[in-house]
């Protein structure tokens, strides 16, 4: 156990649909990244929120957003759900965002785009 | 060309056989190295951490070695068990943008 939680544990939406997950950090964990997992596929980086603002960010359109509140929970947000958008999301904490500082992952929300 | 590369992609071997995963990186300016182990459809669990300095970590029955000059790394299993069946990702973390960059994975069978 990570201590760090993500919901709904699986998910299913349509085409052109908007999608919100939730990650729930550890505990003084001021560090939340969120990553996309292809089915058969390493984890792609989405973006980093550090102490609320978005520390980072990887290949993913704007329609990927995400917020982080000061109750170290975190949001991801999708809009305009394409089919390849179908994946693992996972979300990892650490108490800061040095390469130093381990990411802990939560155990995913698996997303459908049907 | 991948950033990280995993080889092979799955392997299996028989109980008690020592395992050898490889993973191999283009970028030789990276601050640390991780691996993970995921079973089927859950989260990651950090097995070991190498720092940038480092060459290489232990711990139990897992070694991970560190060769930045070459751009490898190795993780070795002592005398697999069936649980140690899941695939193990490869991870490195370079300071610009904050961000792991994982390999494809290798999934592993251990035979009874």
């Known amino acids: 156990e990570t201590g760090v939680t993500q919901s709904p544990t699986h998910l299913i939406k349509t085409r052109g649909q908007q999608v919100t997950l939730r990650c729930s950090s550890q505990?003084?964990?001021?560090?939340v990244s969120w990553y996309q997992q292809a089915l058969g596929q390493g984890p792609q980086f989405i973006f980093q929120?550090?102490?609320?603002?978005?520390?980072g960010r990887g290949n993913f359109p704007p329609r990927f957003s995400g917020l982080q509140f000061p109750n170290y929970s975190s949001e991801l947000n999708v809009n305009a759900l394409e089919l390849d958008d179908s994946a693992l999301y996972l979300c990892?904490?650490?108490?800061?965002?040095?390469?130093?500082?381990?990411?802990?992952f939560g155990p995913g929300t698996r997303l459908t785009v049907l | 060309k991948q950033e990280v590369t995993q080889i092979p992609a799955a392997l299996s071997v028989p109980e008690g056989e020592n395992l050898v995963l490889n993973c191999s990186f283009t970028?030789?300016?990276?601050?640390?190295l991780q691996w993970f182990r995921q079973d089927p459809g859950k989260g990651l669990t950090s097995l070991l951490l190498i720092q940038s300095s480092q060459r290489e970590q232990t711990s139990g029955r897992l070694n991970a070695s560190l060769d930045k000059s070459s751009g490898r790394s190795t993780l070795y299993i002592a005398a697999s068990q069936p649980g140690d069946s899941a695939t193990y990702l490869c991870?490195?973390?370079?300071?610009?943008?904050?961000?792991?960059?994982f390999g494809g994975g290798t999934r592993v069978l251990v035979k009874p």
């Open positions: 929120y550090y102490r609320e603002e978005e520390n």
């Open positions: 990892a904490s650490s108490l800061g965002s040095r390469s130093t500082d381990t990411q802990y």
């Open positions: 505990s003084g964990h001021n560090t």
């Open positions: 970028d030789s300016a990276i601050y640390n």
């Open positions: 991870a490195h973390y370079k300071a610009a943008g904050n961000k792991l960059t």
